[in-house]
């Protein structure tokens, strides 16, 4: 059995990057190469270039008209036109013709009165050197057109060429060695089985490589084994400038990273205090940064973006810097370690003068929560976190003029959110949806403390049957609130396909495994009533404490065994190929303010809710009426 990887301590972000950054500082890194202008956009250049010619390269002509004498045309006025003859008082010349002595000076075509054929009249002295563009007035010969360490536009390409200049010397974009490892991953292609996990962070890490200015050159997987890692490792290193190998840093018995690379070189730091992404490894092997990465894709962007990206930086001369920081209101409170700086997703949105942050999964492994996440919120080292309402900093990877032309939805998760932000932008260009799943009591919740456009809803008034009506009274009294109408659908019991357990309807529930929604959510509402009327304490069913954030999430924990039943909306059985028990028809809407419903967002919101692409996503997912989608009730 293999010795386990103890931590040796865990040290500060700043302090570890301090610490590497510094031990390189003596590797020439940073090496050069000439390559045409034609092909030089976005590289740094190594050196100062300077023009070899003038631009322009002679006397030009900045206008159409005629070359004159400037001195010669002295005493000309509207009560005293001057004539001119062709040849002998001037030459025709157009806009970038040279302007050859004695010409000096061009006057305008719309300025020349034609009194005979060559011959004209002017009504207005020239002064010297009008409307001429003198020999290097733009570019000089030897002036300096590009300091070095600059990155190249396409406007300077432009200039270097006007200056004659061909080739530039530019700094070699870093190779990057990527080095998948561990015996339980397979490539994207391979149909997986159980233990099986596919492999993408290395085809991440190859998309960062590029968009920081590298060249990525990705490796096979190599297993859990000491000498094939080490191999590996090896040949990496002979070929690139960087060389990252993932997973296989922490302290599992077979996460053999750090020992190879202390028999290599030398590990000058292994474990950072930073959540998620503790387990990352700093070396130096033979003069070249070596860098470990753990394994879950969430805890390898992080660690990518702190450690290996400014490591590129260096070598090649560029500077690229964490997102727009803004600040935004917290919309849900967020604990942390006072061991680590944790970096939250959140998801960001403006809603009247506010950025509101709403945070998402936090879990290593959640890929997804990148995708959806609009940036960072980040919590420093000794804090134990922050509280809801607060504001924080954020670190935004989405562009603001997106966030402020994007509806906030914050509550209820149905299918037809995801319809919905995608028919968005492509129904109204630079318009977006973001939809955060928080169950509909707590995104009712949020629309109160202002924190969000619109609250998918449908929670039910035991005492009278009706939807969501009677909670907008009861929770913004005096307040003029909306629903904005959105479908009918289908609640029912997700269940195995063939429903192996035979459950018919919610007494069965008491004898098979479950799944819940969150607290709050309406599905879990509806459950509790359910529960109540047939004579159920919730306590009688095995895993009412299981809780899923989304109806896709019950979904896909009863498709793999992770539950016998779950309640949830028809489209998500039908998505995944379940069986489904109806238990009955419920009315997801979308509670706003009445004041924003003038917004122009909510307007185009309203339009692809009522519009044909809408209905036809909603009849292909099943299980929904939308005869009256998009309608308006005024509370």
Request: with cysteine; hydrophobic share 40%; proline share 5%.
């Amino acid at each position: 059995m293999g010795k386990r990887n103890l931590y040796l301590k865990t040290i500060p972000v700043e302090e570890a990057q301090a610490l590497y950054q510094d031990a390189l500082k003596a590797i020439a890194v940073r090496r050069t190469e000439k390559i045409p202008v034609e092909e030089s956009l976005g590289r740094m250049t190594a050196k100062a270039i300077y023009a070899r010619c003038c631009s322009p390269l002679f006397n030009a002509a900045a206008m159409d008209g005629i070359a004159v004498i400037a001195k010669e045309t002295a005493g000309a006025t509207q009560e005293n036109p001057l004539t001119l003859v062709r040849g002998k008082d001037y030459q025709i010349v157009d806009t970038g013709d040279p302007v050859h002595p004695p010409y000096d000076a061009v006057i305008m075509a719309e300025d020349l009165l034609e009194a005979e054929e060559d011959v004209v009249q002017i009504m207005e002295a020239a002064s010297g050197w009008q409307h001429v563009r003198p020999i290097g007035e733009d570019i000089v010969a030897g002036e300096m057109l590009l300091p070095g360490g600059h990155k190249i536009r396409p406007i300077d390409i432009g200039v270097l060429l006007s200056g004659g200049i061909l080739e530039v010397d530019v700094i070699k974009r870093p190779r990057v060695g990527l080095i998948p490892t561990g015996t339980e991953i397979i490539e994207p292609d391979k149909e997986p089985g159980e233990g099986d996990i596919i492999e993408s962070n290395s085809r991440m890490f190859a998309a960062m490589t590029i968009n920081y200015g590298g060249i990525p050159h990705r490796y096979a997987p190599v297993e859990d084994d000491y000498d094939k890692i080490k191999d590996a490792i090896k040949k990496a290193h002979e070929e690139n400038d960087i060389v990252v190998v993932n997973a296989g840093s922490s302290a599992g018995t077979e996460d053999y990273t750090v020992h190879i690379l202390r028999e290599m070189g030398e590990v000058l730091v292994h474990g950072v205090a930073i959540k998620p992404g503790k387990p990352v490894i700093l070396s130096i092997v033979d003069g070249k940064p070596v860098i470990g990465l753990p394994g879950y894709p969430v805890s390898a962007y992080i660690d990518f973006e702190n450690f290996v990206r400014p490591v590129m930086d260096k070598m090649s001369g560029e500077r690229h810097y964490a997102g727009h920081t803004v600040k935004a209101v917290l919309s849900k409170r967020l604990v942390s370690s006072l061991k680590h700086r944790e970096y939250v997703r959140v998801k960001v949105g403006k809603v009247g003068d506010k950025l509101i942050a709403s945070p998402l999964a936090r879990g290593a492994g959640a890929a997804m929560s990148l995708v959806r996440a609009d940036g960072f919120c980040v919590i420093d080292q000794n804090s134990e976190g922050v509280e809801a309402g607060e504001t924080v900093e954020v670190e935004l990877y989405r562009d603001i003029e997106e966030i402020e032309h994007t509806v906030v939805s914050i509550g209820s998760h149905d299918l037809i959110l995801d319809f919905l932000a995608d028919l968005m932008p492509l129904s109204y260009p630079g318009t977006f949806l973001s939809s955060t799943h928080v169950g509909s009591m707590a995104g009712l919740m949020a629309l109160k403390r202002g924190e969000t456009h619109i609250a998918p809803t449908h929670l039910l008034d035991e005492e009278t049957g009706v939807y969501n009506v009677s909670y907008l009274k009861k929770l913004f009294p005096g307040k003029c609130m909306a629903l904005i109408k959105g479908v009918k659908r289908i609640q029912g019991i997700i269940v195995q396909k063939g429903n192996p357990k035979g459950i018919r309807g919610i007494e069965d529930l008491t004898r098979v495994t479950y799944v819940n929604r969150q607290r709050g959510a309406g599905t879990r509402v509806l459950l509790d009533y359910r529960l109540k009327t047939a004579g159920i304490r919730p306590e009688e069913i095995d895993g009412y404490d299981k809780e899923a954030a989304t109806h896709m999430a019950v979904a896909a924990l009863v498709k793999n065994g992770g539950a016998d039943a779950g309640m949830g909306i028809y489209s998500a059985a039908h998505a995944m190929d379940l069986d489904f028990i109806p238990v009955g028809e419920e009315e997801y809407d979308f509670a706003i303010e009445q004041e924003s419903l003038e917004l122009e967002e909510i307007k185009k919101f309203l339009e692809v809710l009522k519009s044909s692409a809408f209905a036809q996503k909603a009849r292909e997912a099943g299980g929904y009426d939308i005869s009256h989608a998009g309608e308006v009730a005024r509370l």
